[in-house]
């Protein structure tokens, strides 16, 4: 059963993320990567993550696939459909992309380690202790840098008055 | 291969993290590049957490750390998609080729 939805997800995933870096519309490549982002959380689910489940749901594919659809339609032309969206280094991209594979590969044959008998625990309440107890400082810090974004957001769209 | 096992979750996660960084170095098109970069990020989300459900059940810190690369990524697709508004908005393109205003 797990096996099955593994396998699932996984094509699932790894369609959409081929998609996302091959399609010439924009636009789908944005929607294809809303999917990936969901076929993720669907991964997460499987690995009994079930707040990061929903984390992933709400802050990517409901936050930032959104997001980037908005800035791909407002950046948009008709004219870009016709124009090539890969660039002329691709062998080379192939050729970097296949020794990282290769290199990942042989570390990854060392992990056979099997699924742990214990059925996964509710992770909503651990997660809220270890963020107010051993992770507290990189917890503050990371609300200083979300502020620090959207500090940084509005300053970088905001549109100089014409004097 | 009849059970699952860590290293499925890894495999993965290897392949999409290659798919991501070819999309980083390919595409033309700057949102295109920033989407590449989130691909990458996920893939280091499902291998903190795979690490986590498999090696360490009992505790939740591969998870706190997956809880905060989200946090992370969501700031950086925000403040990259300001600054490609901003970019635009002078440059009047979204082709990396033509960003080349530093060029000596």
């Known amino acids: 059963m797990e096996l099955i939805a593994f396998y699932s997800l996984a094509a699932l995933v790894i369609m959409t993320a081929l998609l996302v870096v091959t399609a010439r519309n924009t636009v789908h490549s944005a929607l294809f990567l809303g999917l990936c982002l969901a076929g993720v959380g669907g991964l997460f689910a499987l690995l009994g993550a079930d707040f990061l489940f929903a984390g992933q749901i709400m802050v990517y594919v409901g936050g930032i696939a959104v997001l980037i659809m908005f800035v791909v339609m407002l950046l948009g032309r008709a004219s870009d459909l016709h124009l090539r969206q890969i660039n002329g280094h691709w062998a080379a991209a192939v050729l970097v992309c296949s020794i990282t594979l290769v290199g990942l590969w042989r570390v990854v044959s060392h992990f056979t380690q099997g699924m742990p008998s214990a059925a996964p625990l509710p992770t909503t309440g651990p997660l809220g202790l270890i963020m107010m107890g051993d992770y507290a400082v990189p917890f503050e810090l990371v609300s200083l840098v979300l502020t620090g974004a959207l500090l940084g957001a509005i300053f970088f769209s905001h549109r100089e008055k014409a004097k | ?104």
């Not at chain 2, 499902?46 to 992370?72: C, E, K, S």
């Open chain 2, 1 to 104: 291969m009849t059970t699952l096992n860590l290293g499925n979750f890894i495999a993965l996660s290897a392949v999409l993290f290659v798919i991501g960084v070819f999309g980083a170095l390919t595409r033309r098109n700057i949102i295109g590049i920033l989407m590449g970069i989130e691909l990458m990020f996920n893939a280091a989300n499902i291998n903190l957490v795979a690490f986590n459900r498999y090696l360490h059940p009992a505790g939740v810190t591969g998870q706190t750390l997956a809880l905060f690369i989200i946090t992370i990524a969501a700031a950086e697709v925000v403040v990259g998609l300001a600054l490609v508004l901003a970019i635009y908005r002078n440059t009047d393109t979204v082709y990396v080729e033509d960003y080349n205003l530093l060029k000596g």
